[in-house]
């Protein structure tokens, strides 16, 4: 149904601009194949831990004292 309207207007345009909607239109075409669930590789599934060590900070030995600028609300 779409594709007489797509004609009618492509043979309104100037063959420059026929050519940018052929480019278009082929552009379209790779990216479609490109999405195909076939050759989608399978999404891996991230595993909790594997990090597990590699970002140690040291932590001040007054870490879970309040802090001065809360002392007021602690009150």
């Not at 026929?18 to 999404?43: A, M």
């Not at 932590?59 to 309040?66: E, G, W």
């Amino acid at each position: 149904m779409i594709q007489p309207i797509i004609l009618e207007k492509l043979g309104q345009l100037p063959e420059s601009l026929q050519t940018e909607v052929l480019n278009y239109i082929e552009f379209l075409l790779e990216k479609k194949v490109k999405i195909s669930p076939q050759e989608e590789p399978p999404k891996k599934h991230r595993v909790a831990g594997t990090m597990k060590g590699m970002f140690v900070l040291p932590l001040p030995d007054d870490f879970d004292q309040p802090l001065e600028d809360f002392k007021e609300y602690m009150e």
